[in-house]
């Protein structure tokens, strides 16, 4: 069974910034992440693709966060843990995200159950 966890999303103010993270586990044990996604679901919307990051490295981000998000990688050799720095927040990044192990990596879709953003004045 393979469980993926986030954490580290809150409330902050419009032009604030938050870092979520992801990792996951295997019967307890950490696994390591070789492709990641995140998306969000703001509340009456369908939930839509944030950032990517391939096993090759290779980004890509939706329109909206272009410039103000960052997918990344734990950048020491554990690599079990993957990020998204969220810059200059806006109202419309209210969302719940969700860290995203693709199929196309690990042969099946697994999700984490979200974690909170808020932003507001």
């Known amino acids: 069974q393979v469980q993926v966890v986030e954490s580290g999303g809150g409330w902050v103010q419009p032009g604030g910034s938050l870092t979520l993270s992801c990792t996951t586990l295997?019967?307890?044990?950490?696994?390591?992440?070789?492709?990641a996604q995140w998306h969000r679901q703001a509340p009456g919307k369908q939930r839509e693709l944030v950032a990517s990051?391939?096993?090759?490295?290779?980004?890509?981000?939706a329109d909206s966060v272009k410039g103000r998000f960052t997918i990344s990688k734990d950048p020491d050799s554990s690599q079990n843990m993957v990020y998204l720095q969220m810059n200059d927040l806006k109202d419309e990044d209210t969302a719940i995200y969700y860290c995203?192990?693709?199929?196309?990596?690990?042969?099946?879709?697994?999700w984490g159950k979200g974690t909170p953003v808020t932003v507001s004045s």
């Open positions: 995203l192990l693709p199929r196309e990596a690990y042969g099946y879709d697994y």
């Open positions: 295997k019967s307890g044990t950490l696994l390591t992440i070789y492709a």
């Open positions: 990051r391939t096993s090759n490295g290779y980004e890509r981000y």
